[in-house]
């Protein structure tokens, strides 16, 4: 399994999938053999320890029966013991397709950069200030280890970093004993075409988003050209919504009976005494989760906050995550006079986003073009009510939520405020929300990959 990100470093739903289908494929005995590049730090403090090959003491970091071991290549490949059947090995390839964590100085300085050029008054500026809530959500050496906010969506020597890790992955398969090749999104593509000409093994791309969702009628003819190509060399593509699975077969000429749709899932918080927290007089808190990017729309949830003010004060408008439109969404605060009503907090790790929405009274997700979705459903799991663009894919599983199309900031605004307004609109929208999600499981998606494989695997 061919991937370029995976928790607790993550930019976006594709390493929580990741996570969720491996650990999926573990229980039902399926081994795994994760490829991933090298953007996670070594020292990461999270349920899989990435240690560097010499250190063979067990960390304390390190899952019950984790173990690493170098691989053929020392200089290139780390192998760490993930679950029972799940592997996962690091290449000297650096992949990070959104290197876009933005933190509370890199906001500051673009402020007074605005205010220098004249873009800003000074009551614009103060304006701007106010958003700027909460403490830093990383630490300096996140700083120091992701691009900054400045650095376009794709890196300079993206490209490069992709052909690499193809060639890295195509050595380790010759080391490898597997039946399947799977690689998710684009920057896997090429990888998984080489180990699947080098070994002769079925190939399912999987895909995630493409460049047409990224970015809209901005589209990257290279990233497309690699799309494109991995979906026609693959054995089958997976979908992760038929939202998905049209664009494929519009867009990239993709043969309808090579796809297939498997949705994505969640994991319940962690916090198993996790109650429904009862609207009260308090300040309520809509909450936008996510990169800050064109796909993901969060200037109309911009918008759509300036009306909900205008009939409701008792409201503070949350925007958790970074991304390249994230100055353009702190001028346009300050252009709006929102600064008192709306909070930038930046990039945030798991267990803060658990506590986000620990706070919130509404998640708003107004995705210009989503493939599935992830968010609505940790939403959902933690007990938020949700509102959904109806350009998404999770909005074909879901129904109780509200479903909006992202550019009527009117209906979103009003939706926004029946929830606030109307305690018994948000109980049955939590209730039965977050029994329609207890039934969505990352086992049952990964048993509809192991149907695929073993299609595939009986073909071959």
Same mark, same amino acid.
């Given at each position: 399994?061919?991937?370029?990100?995976?928790?607790?470093?993550?930019?976006?739903?594709?390493?929580?999938?990741?996570?969720?289908?491996?650990?999926?494929?573990?229980?039902?005995?399926?081994?795994?053999?994760?490829?991933?590049?090298?953007?996670?730090?070594?020292?990461?403090?999270?349920?899989?320890?990435?240690?560097?090959?010499?250190?063979?003491?067990?960390?304390?970091?390190?899952?019950?029966?984790?173990?690493?071991?170098?691989?053929?290549?020392?200089?290139?490949?780390?192998?760490?013991?993930?679950?029972?059947?799940?592997?996962?090995?690091?290449?000297?390839?650096?992949?990070?397709?959104?290197?876009?964590?933005?933190?509370?100085?890199?906001?500051?300085?673009?402020?007074?950069?605005?205010?220098?050029?004249?873009?800003?008054?000074?009551?614009?500026?103060?304006?701007?200030?106010?958003?700027?809530?909460?403490?830093?959500?990383?630490?300096?050496?996140?700083?120091?280890?992701?691009?900054?906010?400045?650095?376009?969506?794709?890196?300079?020597?993206?490209?490069?970093?992709?052909?690499?890790?193809?060639?890295?992955?195509?050595?380790?398969?010759?080391?490898?004993?597997?039946?399947?090749?799977?690689?998710?999104?684009?920057?896997?593509?090429?990888?998984?075409?080489?180990?699947?000409?080098?070994?002769?093994?079925?190939?399912?791309?999987?895909?995630?988003?493409?460049?047409?969702?990224?970015?809209?009628?901005?589209?990257?003819?290279?990233?497309?050209?690699?799309?494109?190509?991995?979906?026609?060399?693959?054995?089958?593509?997976?979908?992760?919504?038929?939202?998905?699975?049209?664009?494929?077969?519009?867009?990239?000429?993709?043969?309808?009976?090579?796809?297939?749709?498997?949705?994505?899932?969640?994991?319940?918080?962690?916090?198993?005494?996790?109650? /429904?927290?009862?609207?009260?007089? =308090? $300040?309520?808190?809509? @909450?936008? *989760? #996510? &990169?800050?990017?064109?796909?993901? +729309?969060?200037?109309?949830?911009?918008?759509?906050?300036?009306?909900?003010?205008?009939?409701?004060?008792?409201?503070?408008?949350?925007?958790?995550?970074?991304?390249? /439109?994230?100055?353009?969404?702190? =001028? $346009?605060?300050?252009? @709006?006079? *929102? #600064? &008192?009503?709306?909070?930038?907090? +930046?990039?945030?790790?798991?267990?803060?986003?658990?506590?986000?929405?620990?706070?919130?009274?509404?998640?708003?997700?107004?995705?210009?073009?989503?493939?599935?979705?992830?968010?609505?459903?940790?939403?959902?799991?933690?007990?938020?009510?949700?509102?959904?663009?109806?350009?998404?894919?999770?909005?074909?599983?879901?129904?109780?939520?509200?479903?909006?199309?992202?550019?009527?900031?009117?209906?979103?605004?009003?939706?926004?405020?029946?929830?606030?307004?109307?305690?018994?609109?948000?109980?049955?929208?939590?209730?039965?929300?977050?029994?329609?999600?207890?039934?969505?499981?990352?086992?049952?998606?990964?048993?509809?990959?192991?149907?695929?494989?073993?299609?595939?695997?009986?073909?071959?």
């Amino acid at each position: 399994m061919l991937g370029w990100e995976f928790p607790p470093h993550i930019s976006g739903g594709l390493g929580t999938a990741c996570y969720g289908m491996t650990k999926g494929l573990n229980e039902l005995g399926v081994e795994v053999c994760f490829v991933l590049p090298t953007p996670v730090p070594l020292d990461s403090a999270a349920h899989v320890s990435f240690r560097t090959p010499a250190d063979l003491k067990p960390s304390p970091a390190s899952p019950p029966g984790a173990s690493t071991a170098r691989g053929q290549d020392d200089s290139s490949e780390e192998v760490v013991k993930l679950f029972e059947h799940v592997e996962l090995h690091r290449l000297e390839a650096y992949l990070q397709a959104y290197g876009t964590v933005a933190t509370r100085q890199s906001i500051v300085d673009e402020i007074r950069r605005l205010q220098a050029c004249g873009e800003l008054s000074a009551e614009q500026v103060t304006e701007a200030l106010s958003t700027l809530g909460g403490q830093p959500a990383l630490a300096d050496d996140d700083d120091n280890f992701f691009d900054s906010q400045a650095q376009a969506l794709y890196g300079r020597d993206l490209m490069f970093q992709v052909r690499r890790y193809e060639r890295l992955a195509a050595q380790l398969a010759i080391h490898e004993e597997f039946d399947i090749v799977h690689a998710h999104d684009w920057m896997t593509f090429p990888a998984g075409l080489a180990v699947a000409k080098a070994t002769g093994k079925p190939l399912v791309v999987h895909v995630h988003s493409t460049e047409f969702d990224r970015a809209g009628a901005n589209v990257n003819q290279d990233v497309y050209d690699i799309e494109r190509a991995g979906m026609q060399g693959a054995d089958r593509i997976v979908c992760v919504s038929h939202l998905t699975g049209t664009i494929c077969k519009r867009r990239y000429g993709v043969r309808p009976e090579k796809i297939s749709v498997v949705y994505n899932a969640v994991e319940g918080p962690n916090d198993d005494k996790l109650q /429904m927290r009862p609207i009260t007089t =308090k $300040e309520k808190i809509v @909450l936008f *989760l #996510g &990169r800050v990017t064109m796909q993901k +729309g969060p200037e109309y949830f911009l918008r759509a906050a300036k009306k909900v003010v205008g009939k409701f004060k008792n409201v503070r408008f949350v925007i958790a995550g970074s991304g390249d /439109m994230i100055t353009q969404c702190v =001028k $346009e605060v300050a252009d @709006l006079r *929102l #600064g &008192r009503y709306v909070t930038f907090t +930046g990039f945030l790790r798991s267990s803060d986003v658990s506590r986000v929405f620990g706070m919130a009274d509404l998640y708003v997700m107004p995705s210009v073009s989503e493939p599935f979705g992830i968010a609505p459903l940790e939403a959902l799991s933690h007990n938020v009510p949700v509102i959904i663009s109806k350009q998404s894919g999770v909005s074909e599983i879901l129904q109780h939520v509200l479903k909006v199309d992202f550019w009527d900031v009117d209906e979103m605004a009003n939706k926004i405020l029946a929830v606030l307004r109307h305690p018994p609109l948000q109980r049955t929208l939590r209730q039965h929300g977050q029994i329609e999600v207890s039934k969505l499981s990352w086992r049952d998606s990964a048993a509809e990959l192991r149907d695929i494989y073993t299609a595939l695997t009986a073909d071959a």
